[in-house]
């Protein structure tokens, strides 16, 4: 079983994804940045971790991580402000990475969001276009990490009831996918290998997510086609 440390604990999918990877078997660390969430990220019956990742440097977030083996990036600034979108979404997200990396962490999964890229189609002068960047930047640099990582893009989140089941593929158009599902996903890619160095764009579907990870996800053929990086 894994050891996990999830960023954004606290988060409407990670409270979800928290009791599926404690139910699972793992060993399970959420972080957050108030202590008063301490509690309900206990109550899924992970273990909480007390850190503002947004303002600890490389060596602070590296003894976070130390003695550990996984992170799951959920964390975010939720939009609003471009300085902290750019500072979580990109900045504090790729310190997450280079720290893992130095202190000899394995395993990296990113949930990021269907569109994320190069290419992605934000016009600039449109509110999510700091957080299109952002997030883009983010995938980029994580494919160019020696870490086993897995990119996770759901579409539009919703608070319907999970199904269970997904539809994968950067041929389909954005669409939209319960957050139930999205924690479910991510569980799921701790039990399925095949997931490490793929993305995958998802909707809720009709393909059982275990079954529709096996099948589905790319490859990027560079780093350069997952998002750019910041220079």
């Known amino acids: 079983m ?3 440390v999830v960023v954004g604990a606290h988060g409407k999918v990670a409270q979800l994804a928290l009791p599926l990877l404690v139910a699972a078997g793992h060993s399970v660390f959420g972080v957050v940045r108030n202590p008063d ?3 309900a990220v206990e109550d899924t019956g992970a273990h909480g971790m007390l850190a503002d990742i947004e303002h600890h440097d490389t060596r602070g977030i590296a003894n976070l991580l130390r003695g550990h083996k996984s992170v799951i990036w959920s964390a975010g600034a939720g939009g609003g402000d471009p300085r902290r979108t750019y500072a979580v979404d990109r ?11 130095s202190v000899g962490m394995k395993r990296f999964v990113m949930v990021s969001y269907f569109g994320a890229g190069p290419e992605h189609d934000t016009p600039p ?32 989140l919703t608070d319907d009831d999970p199904t269970g089941k997904i539809s994968v593929g950067a041929d389909q158009s954005a669409g939209a996918v319960s957050r139930g599902n ?6 799921a890619t701790f039990d399925s290998p095949g997931t490490v ?11 059982p997510i275990a079954e529709a990870l096996a099948q589905g996800g790319w490859h990027p053929p560079s780093a350069e086609a997952v998002g750019p990086v910041p220079g």
């Open 125 to 156: 002068d449109s509110s999510f276009f700091p957080y299109a960047q952002a997030k883009s930047a983010a995938d980029g640099h994580l494919a160019l990490t020696n870490l086993s990582w897995t990119i996770l893009r759901p579409s539009r």
């Open 37 to 39: 969430q301490i509690p």
């Open 91 to 101: 900045d504090a997200a790729i310190r997450t990475m280079d720290a893992a990396a």
């Open 2 to 4: 894994a050891d996990i």
């Open 197 to 207: 160095g793929k993305i995958y764009e998802f909707n809720d579907g009709d393909v």
């Open 182 to 187: 999205v924690a479910a996903t991510i569980a």
